[in-house]
Nanobody
Framework: QVQLVESGGGLIQAGASLRLSCAASGRTATIYTMGWFRQAPGKEREFVAGVSRSGATTNYADSAKGRFTISRDNAKNTVYLQMNSLRPEDTTVYYC?????????????????WGQGTQVTVSS
């Protein structure tokens, strides 16, 4: 099993930046891809970004391109999501996810392990 713990969420003003972190523990050697999703109340979980084990391959949702950057530090078993130019519509709960697959997928069913989520609130 793999455990994921997110941190870094909070309340910030529109236009500001925030960095989310997700620390993995347990059988981390089985993890290839890591990603971030978000889910607003009453809506489906939405892909934000994903990164391969080496960090060489990334995948972003259109809403994240140009504003968000995903990265990982394998020595620390941690993945990051740097979010810049945040907008009120980015307000929601952000989830870290880990996959045993090599493909940097954008579907939630391609990920095997999930964190508990961290709330990000962007005020206008």
């Amino acid at each position: 099993q793999v455990q994921l713990v997110e941190s870094g969420g909070g309340l910030i003003q529109a236009g500001a930046s925030l960095r989310l972190s997700c620390a993995a523990s347990g059988r981390t050697a089985t993890i290839y891809t890591m990603g971030w999703f978000r889910q607003a109340p009453g809506k489906e979980r939405e892909f934000v970004a994903g990164v391969s084990r080496s960090g060489a391959t990334t995948n972003y949702a259109d809403s994240a391109k140009g504003r968000f950057t995903i990265s990982r530090d394998n020595a620390k078993n941690t993945v990051y999501l740097q979010m810049n130019s945040l907008r009120p519509e980015d307000t929601t709960v952000y989830y870290c996810a880990a996959s045993t697959r090599v493909r940097v997928g954008a579907r939630s069913d391609e990920y095997d392990f999930w964190g508990q989520g961290t709330q990000v609130t962007v005020s206008s």
